[in-house]
């Protein structure tokens, strides 16, 4: 059956100015970093990215190594695009990084000029794009002088090829610097996108106020912690799960899943029922009451997951009580 959009899917979204710019971006924003690869079911993801935007997430979030296989989430969101959203395509911001390793030798890795603008070229053919909307580097590049790196960004949107672009996983200081180059550049550096949750809060310790001195937007990713901040193991670590199957060499580090993390996951689990929330709901309205933070990144393995998480913008206030109790719970 050909796609429709709800056409209501504007009314229950909240949508957010990204810094200082025109953009503004949903609330609640869709990546595709699990369950849109080759080892996925097509079907599924089509599923996931049509209930996504029938809610009015209209920002897709994916990069050059996405899958698995690494290019795979996004062959495969270029197969759902082409059916379903080029009608839609003027509504959407779609974003792409590259920073991680992607093809051998010496030139498929980190960010230099050569990888950089391949990079890009390769992720436009895959998902059968002219542009991307939002062109992140991914990682820091210890090697490459961080001008180089910020002039290919500024290249890219010159080229149009990206009409803004990003940064993801850079500490303070070094996002202080790219976003200066930027901005000389004539490209303002849009957003950064960091790790961040309730049991990950080194953007606090100074990376937010970065942003917010200088007009950048805050979209960070892994706000469920990889799935400890949600039901799945508040009675423990299922036999189904990614952390029972793939402990210490897959997606969710060792370390994530611990017996003090599900405890205190149980612990905040109480104050979210008592808020009429589950548990993943408030951690992830617990991430948007901070004004400096322009859209949350979550993922989906099934389109209920998605509707589920939008249910957080009914409620993304917290009484200083119950910060105090949440506070003292993380510490």
Not at 78 to 101: C, H, M, N, Q, T
Not at 209 to 238: H, R
Not at 299 to 313: K, M
């Given at each position: 059956?050909?796609?429709?959009?709800?056409?209501?899917?504007?009314?229950?979204m909240e949508y957010r100015r990204c810094g200082k710019s025109g953009l503004k971006l949903p609330a609640i924003?869709?990546?595709?970093?699990?369950?849109?690869?080759?080892?996925?079911?097509?079907?599924?993801?089509?599923?996931?990215?049509?209930?996504?935007?029938?809610?009015?997430?209209?920002?897709?979030?994916?990069?050059?190594?996405?899958?698995?296989?690494?290019?795979?989430?996004?062959?495969?969101?270029?197969?759902?695009?082409?059916?379903?959203?080029?009608?839609?395509?003027?509504?959407?911001?779609?974003?792409?990084?590259?920073?991680?390793?992607?093809?051998?030798?010496?030139?498929?890795?980190?960010?230099?000029?050569?990888?950089?603008?391949?990079?890009?070229?390769?992720?436009?053919?895959?998902?059968?794009?002219?542009?991307?909307?939002?062109?992140?580097?991914?990682?820091?590049?210890?090697?490459?002088?961080?001008?180089?790196?910020?002039?290919?960004?500024?290249?890219?949107?010159?080229?149009?090829?990206?009409?803004?672009?990003?940064?993801?996983?850079?500490?303070?200081?070094?996002?202080?610097?790219?976003?200066?180059?930027?901005?000389?550049?004539?490209?303002?550096?849009?957003?950064?996108?960091?790790?961040?949750?309730?049991?990950?809060?080194?953007?606090?310790?100074?990376?937010?106020?970065?942003?917010?001195?200088?007009?950048?937007?805050?979209?960070?990713?892994?706000?469920?912690?990889?799935?400890?901040?949600?039901?799945?193991?508040?009675?423990?670590?299922?036999?189904?799960?990614?952390?029972?199957?793939?402990?210490?060499?897959?997606?969710?580090?060792?370390?994530?899943?611990?017996?003090?993390?599900?405890?205190?996951?149980?612990?905040?689990?109480?104050?979210?029922?008592?808020?009429?929330?589950?548990?993943?709901?408030?951690a992830l309205a617990w991430i948007l009451k901070d004004k400096r933070v322009t859209s949350v990144l979550i993922?989906?393995?099934?389109?209920?997951?998605?509707?589920?998480?939008?249910?957080?913008?009914?409620?993304?206030?917290?009484?200083?009580?119950?910060?105090?109790?949440?506070?003292?719970?993380?510490s």
């Amino acid at each position: 059956m050909p796609y429709l959009a709800n056409p209501d899917r504007y009314q229950s979204m909240e949508y957010r100015r990204c810094g200082k710019s025109g953009l503004k971006l949903p609330a609640i924003s869709l990546g595709l970093w699990h369950n849109f690869g080759h080892i996925d079911k097509l079907e599924n993801a089509r599923a996931i990215l049509r209930t996504a935007f029938d809610h009015g997430i209209t920002h897709f979030d994916l990069a050059n190594n996405y899958g698995p296989p690494a290019g795979s989430a996004e062959e495969n969101f270029g197969k759902i695009f082409k059916d379903d959203f080029i009608p839609y395509r003027d509504e959407l911001v779609i974003s792409s990084k590259a920073g991680w390793g992607m093809w051998p030798g010496p030139y498929g890795d980190w960010g230099s000029k050569k990888y950089l603008v391949a990079s890009l070229d390769q992720s436009l053919k895959r998902m059968g794009l002219e542009y991307v909307d939002i062109f992140y580097h991914h990682r820091p590049d210890p090697e490459t002088p961080l001008e180089e790196t910020m002039t290919t960004l500024d290249l890219m949107v010159r080229k149009g090829k990206a009409l803004y672009v990003g940064i993801s996983s850079y500490q303070p200081a070094e996002a202080a610097k790219a976003i200066k180059i930027l901005k000389e550049l004539g490209t303002p550096c849009l957003i950064h996108q960091p790790k961040y949750s309730m049991f990950d809060r080194w953007v606090e310790n100074g990376l937010l106020n970065v942003l917010e001195d200088n007009g950048v937007g805050c979209i960070p990713f892994s706000p469920l912690a990889q799935g400890m901040l949600t039901s799945k193991y508040l009675k423990g670590i299922p036999q189904d799960s990614r952390a029972s199957s793939h402990r210490g060499n897959g997606a969710i580090d060792e370390d994530q899943v611990s017996e003090d993390k599900i405890n205190k996951a149980r612990q905040l689990n109480v104050i979210a029922e008592q808020r009429g929330q589950n548990l993943a709901q408030m951690a992830l309205a617990w991430i948007l009451k901070d004004k400096r933070v322009t859209s949350v990144l979550i993922g989906a393995s099934r389109p209920e997951q998605i509707s589920d998480s939008v249910g957080c913008l009914k409620n993304y206030s917290f009484t200083s009580e119950e910060l105090g109790k949440i506070d003292s719970i993380l510490s």
